[in-house]
């Protein structure tokens, strides 16, 4: 993919008009789960109806075969970071929402997720860092900005 037009995403992300912000957000998600082709985007897809159905071994082992496949597939990463979340196993989701952050620092789901980790291990500093970066990458995300002030208010 252009990294022109990816930069230009980005910037769209902190467009004064929400229609823009959004159209941007929405073909980022789909650059993102479509950077292997549709070989990784199936992956993600059968991986993705396994976990809403509470399959979560036969979710993770497609992601974790996905993973090894394609290590640079930051989606997969992330996916499984959700996964993991889902199951409160924390620290393996911190791992893999920094692996993507690591492959995609302007992943802006993996910085939320990060960030949503450390609140439910009540660790709000590092809460408030993810949400932050998070929110330099995308700035009107309501959901970053009421989490940040939840987390400012734990603090206090």
Known sequence: MDSAYIDSLLQNLKHE?????????????RIWFEQKG?????????????????EFNQAENILTQLITN????????NRRAVLYFTQQRYYQAISDCQQVIQLNSSHFG???GLGLCYVALEDY????????????????????????????VKLT
């Open 17 to 29: 008009e929400e229609t823009v912000r959004e159209s941007a957000t929405q073909e980022l998600w």
């Open 38 to 54: 549709m070989i990784g985007y199936q992956a993600l897809q059968r991986a993705q109806v396994l976990l809403q159905a509470g």
């Open 70 to 77: 394609m290590p640079d597939f930051a989606e997969a990463w």
């Open 110 to 112: 993996a910085l939320h």
């Open 125 to 152: 500093r590092r809460a408030i860092h993810a949400f932050q970066q998070a929110l330099t990458v995308h700035p009107y995300s309501l959901e970053n900005q009421r989490m940040l002030l939840e987390c400012t």
